[in-house]
């Protein structure tokens, strides 16, 4: 994985923390954990935070791309809870790609 995806990592988790999101570790998949990603590549991220721990889906997802701005890059972006994340079975995507295939970053 290229420095490039540790800074564009390492910036976002800071815009988190702006936002009042501490994140216990954020997991790159897809492409760019896989050493296959292309210049057009995205990146895909999970953010693991307590914090998510009261919010629903929507707000996750508003508060993920607000902290994505100013970032000149294609991303996606899931949150979850330790707890939701520890609650993932064997045969789920974020198990058998992000968990066991993914690296984590920060």
């Known amino acids: 994985m290229d420095k490039e995806v540790h800074r564009t990592v390492a910036e976002y988790r800071k815009k988190l923390e702006d936002l009042g999101i ?3 570790k954020i997991i790159v998949f897809g492409s760019h954990a ?3 990603a ?3 590549s995205g990146l895909d991220l999970l953010v693991v935070a307590k914090a ?3 919010m ?4 996750r997802m508003c508060l993920l791309g607000r902290a994505r ?3 000149n890059r294609p991303m996606e972006i899931l949150g979850l809870t ?4 520890e609650k993932e079975s064997p045969g789920s995507f974020i ?3 992000i968990l066991e295939k993914g690296l984590v970053i920060a």
């Open 56 to 59: 629903d889906l929507w707000e």
């Open 22 to 24: 501490t994140s216990e």
């Open 82 to 85: 330790p707890g939701e994340l």
């Open 95 to 97: 198990a058998d790609e």
């Open 38 to 40: 292309g210049e057009d």
């Open 52 to 54: 998510f721990k009261d």
């Open 69 to 71: 701005v100013g970032i």
């Open 34 to 36: 896989h050493g296959r």
